[in-house]
């Protein structure tokens, strides 16, 4: 079993849709969490990036974590055709100092007209 | 934030040749890394370089194959040797913000090999 989790998708949805991106971890030692976003051919830009459990909302955009079940989510509301993109949820503890991530494989959000 | 640019930011390369990637990141940090990004799949970490020590190698990478260099607290390169098909991917500088502890990724180089 991989650390993290995700659905690959792709995931279609209609202009102005609630998306819900979600991914799982298995390491309890996973205290931050985040979201990336990545265009075709472009790095991935860091979305949303959390500390334990709870919310965080940036926009249209909000990050959901529930330790308790190992779930980590992502919201879009009203979502655009701009946001057709992969989106990588990754989670990191601090292990002896090194604070490097686990990334999920990235799930393909397809947002048409 | 941190803005990181990477070159070059493709390139076709024959098969026993050497490329090297350079990231220049518009801000001092100290944790940089190199991932490989294979179509469809997710990122693999292939060292991290900490200017002023030796960089450190995943399983799987070797420092004959992939010899990293980090002369300072801005830039590093990543050398691609003796280039196979199989290296044939997308290589990807990332840095960690020394403040907030937010990853940050270049824009990547696309690198196939014929």
């Known amino acids: 079993q991989k650390e993290v989790e995700q659905d690959p998708g792709p995931l279609s949805v209609p202009e102005g849709a609630i998306v819900s991106l979600n991914c799982t971890y298995s390491?309890?030692?996973?205290?931050?969490f985040m979201w990336y976003r990545q265009y075709s051919r472009k790095g991935p830009e860091l979305l949303m990036y959390?500390?334990?459990?709870g919310n965080k909302e940036d926009g249209r955009f909000t990050a959901q974590v529930d330790k308790s079940s190992k779930y980590i989510s992502l919201f879009i509301r009203d979502s655009q055709p701009s946001d057709s993109a992969t989106y990588l949820c990754?989670?990191?503890?601090?292990?002896?100092?090194?604070?490097?991530?686990?990334f999920g494989r990235g799930t393909s959000l397809i947002v048409h007209p | 934030s941190a803005v990181i640019s990477q070159k070059p930011s493709r390139d076709i390369c024959q098969r026993g040749t050497s490329l090297t990637i350079q990231c220049q990141v518009d801000?001092?940090?100290?944790?940089m890394f190199w991932y490989r990004q294979q179509p469809g799949q997710s990122l693999t970490l292939i060292a991290t370089?900490?200017?002023?020590?030796?960089?450190?190698?995943e399983s799987g990478f070797v420092i004959d194959k992939f010899p990293i260099s980090r002369p300072n607290l801005t830039f590093s390169t990543l050398t691609v040797s003796n280039m196979s098909p199989e290296d044939s991917s997308i290589y990807l500088c990332?840095?960690?913000?020394?403040?907030?502890?937010?990853?940050?990724f270049g824009p990547g180089t696309r690198l196939t090999v014929t």
């Open positions: 990754a989670s990191r503890a601090r292990v002896g100092g090194s604070y490097i991530p686990t």
């Open positions: 390491n309890s030692a996973f205290q931050y």
């Open positions: 959390t500390y334990s459990s």
């Open positions: 801000s001092q940090v100290t944790m």
């Open positions: 370089a900490n200017q002023g020590s030796e960089a450190t190698y």
């Open positions: 990332s840095v960690l913000s020394d403040g907030s502890y937010e990853q940050y």
